[in-house]
């Protein structure tokens, strides 16, 4: 898994690229608390190159919007596959995430 950071206006996009899984969600995790630490509370997350996720990935992504919504921030997720956005349906986590089509959606009103 890669991750890039691309900052914009008052967030920080992440553009995750490969499977976000057991192995590599640590990795993601870590990227999340620092942004966080530094301040960065609105964060979004591309997923148009996620191949695979399952429940770490989640996990993580859980923890980032625990992360964000305590600090008066925003979570965005946006371009999920349709295996992947199966995933946050199924365990409803599609009603607590905010999950866009594209980029310039989820920037609106950030």
Do not use: W
């Not at 942004?35 to 923890?63: I, P, R, W």
Request: with cysteine; hydrophobic share 40%.
């Amino acid at each position: 898994m890669e991750i890039a950071v691309d900052k914009r206006q008052n967030c920080a996009i992440l553009k995750i690229k490969g499977d976000v899984d057991l192995y590599s969600s640590p990795q993601a995790r870590s990227q999340i608390i620092a942004l966080v630490n530094n301040k960065q509370f609105n964060l979004l997350v591309d997923f148009t190159d996620v191949t695979y996720m399952d429940s770490s990935g989640v996990a993580t992504l859980v923890e980032a919007l625990q992360l964000t919504n305590k600090n008066k921030g925003k979570l965005r997720l946006y371009k999920l596959r349709q295996a992947i956005r199966d995933v946050f349906e199924l365990s409803r986590l599609d009603k607590v995430f905010d999950i866009y089509e594209d980029e310039q959606s989820a920037l609106h009103g950030i």
